[in-house]
């Protein structure tokens, strides 16, 4: 089961709307998905010397501007935080490695959830309208917007085998489906010295793309190595810094439906959750093709 | 014609007054605001004429019996599955699945539908204005499925006595289906099935496939296939 939604606006007007315009597609997945829902949102880039990180821990009451002065003295570095529910969004003009591995050393239950420009990432066990107030993203404003209402069939209702995965450079990933060579591939990627915090089959496929655009990749040339080297069964939908995306496997068995009008793009499990959004009726819509490469922005 | 806001009284709503065959026999019902849902028109049994103005979900008019449905806009996963008689109509494209297991009727997608069109029919007549994604007419037992653009890969996998009409390019046929003869009687067939469709298409420029017959009965020389 499980319900994918992404929304990437191409008319810069609706940007303060982008928040209200994607809260009804992501409840309409609801009963795809009511234990846990997750979502990434494109806002508010720092500056060319800075990065953002989304960081989560499960105590509600855990002082994150404690681990902000306390990072900001050891790594004699700038930083911000701004709290949101269990959630914290740090700026920091620290080096990404740097920052991770004080982290790791530091405070080991702390989640690094999401790190890039733009990204930010929060995810919650619970009802996804529920959920998506808590981070209160109704008024949020951004470009676009990735989401992921999880239903656990076979692993324990948590928020860190929920989606979106990120690991890290603003990429993010939701998925539908499931992958059967994800074992090989995290070997593969540990080697290259990406390391993981779950055992979960999405969070390698985010790795992997992660790695390809480290590695000079574009977003398309990372899909296309990832429709060679992926194996199983999936729909995928992808946010980077300015990019979208959204792929399916060979055989093309897990739903999705686009949509486009001349100010969106949207993708979803299921059109109903696409039928909110204003000129829906008029929009193309479409069944995305197998092993084929649906990319808005970035190329 | 009655009018059903399904944003007003549900899929539940809508179908319950489908449904009440005493009152909905013969009558013209137009229903808006389909937000995509599914299961909408479902199971009728009964002479009617429904119009949906807007994008439906999965399985819309699945199980049909004697309703003409008209679905203006995109139907989802496994429109007119099942279908017994009657008429689906898609003014748009159509997802995967689409007339899937059909015994009989019509199923007319003006635009393009996607993978697995046609899966194991057993009797319907599909037509499709646009292209068929790959697998379609997998298992296909009967009835005609005219395709008046291209076809995905793997067309008419494992198929039984189906007939295939494909106007524009086969990406690749499945196991056991073969391009066959178009002789007169499927030349007539195909017009008479165009003509009832609605859509424009010359029946010549048609190539017909079904099947081989090869996979009909075990072959000891596939024995080291398995």
């Known amino acids: 089961m499980c319900g994918i939604v992404g929304l990437y606006l191409k008319n810069a007007e609706l940007q303060s709307q982008l928040g209200s315009m994607f809260k009804p597609m992501l409840v309409e997945m609801s009963s795809r998905g009511p234990d846990s829902a997750g979502v990434a949102i494109y806002r508010n880039p720092v500056e060319s010397s800075q990065i953002k990180f989304s960081l989560a821990h499960s105590n509600p009451g855990f002082l994150w501007e404690t681990l902000g002065t306390n990072l900001s003295a050891s790594l004699n570095c700038e930083v911000s935080t701004s709290t949101v529910a269990s959630h914290c969004i740090l700026i920091t003009d620290a080096a990404e490695t740097e920052v991770i591995s004080w982290l790791q050393t530091n405070y080991p239950e702390v989640r690094i959830v999401g790190s890039g420009k733009s990204i930010e990432i929060f995810k919650e066990v619970g009802p996804p309208e529920m959920v998506y107030e808590q981070f209160d993203l109704e008024k949020a404003s951004g470009t676009h917007m990735i989401g992921h209402t999880r239903m656990a069939t076979e692993s324990a209702v948590t928020t860190a085998g929920s989606h979106p995965f990120a690991t890290g450079a603003d990429l993010c990933l939701v998925h539908n489906g499931s992958l059967s060579n994800h074992n090989l591939l995290r070997v593969k990627l540990e080697h290259e010295g990406i390391t993981f915090q779950t055992e979960n089959d999405t969070e390698v496929a985010a790795a992997y793309m992660t790695w390809k655009i480290r590695s000079g990749a574009t977003l398309r040339q990372a899909l296309e190595d990832g429709i060679n080297e992926l194996d199983g069964f999936y729909t995928f939908c992808i946010g980077t810094q300015d990019g979208f995306a959204v792929v399916r496997d060979p055989i093309a068995c897990k739903h999705a439906v686009m949509a486009e009008t001349d100010d969106w793009v949207a993708m979803a499990t299921e059109f109903r959750a696409i039928a909110h959004l204003p000129g829906s009726d008029q929009a193309k819509i479409w069944e995305p093709e197998p092993s084929t490469i649906y990319i808005w922005g970035e190329q | ?226």
């Open chain 2, 1 to 226: 014609m009655d009018i059903l806001d399904l944003k007003e009284v549900g899929v539940r709503g809508v179908n319950s007054v489908l449904h009440d065959l005493e009152l909905s026999r013969n009558k013209s019902y137009r229903i808006d605001n389909p937000m995509g849902q599914h299961a909408i028109a479902c199971g009728l049994d009964a002479q009617m004429q429904v119009q949906i103005e807007g994008h439906v979900g999965f399985y819309c008019g699945g199980m049909n019996q004697q309703a003409e449905i008209m679905i203006k806009g995109h139907a989802g996963v496994g429109v007119a599955e099942n279908m017994m008689s009657g008429m689906v109509h898609v003014s748009g494209n159509a997802s995967e699945s689409a007339g899937a297991t059909a015994h009989g009727g019509l199923l007319v997608i003006e635009g393009d539908a996607s993978s697995r069109c046609g899966i194991s029919m057993k009797g319907v007549d599909i037509v499709v204005g646009g292209s068929v994604g790959h697998m379609s007419a997998f298992m296909a037992q009967s009835g005609n499925l005219v395709i008046c653009g291209d076809a995905g890969d793997a067309l008419g996998d494992s198929i039984y006595e189906a007939i295939l009409y494909v106007r524009g390019e086969v990406a690749s046929l499945g196991a056991d289906c073969i391009e066959k003869e178009m002789r007169a009687e499927h030349m007539l067939k195909l017009k008479e099935i165009l003509e009832i469709s609605s859509l424009k298409a010359d029946p010549t420029e048609f190539r017909r496939y079904g099947s081989a017959r090869t996979l009909y009965n075990f072959d000891i020389d596939n024995a080291d296939a398995y």
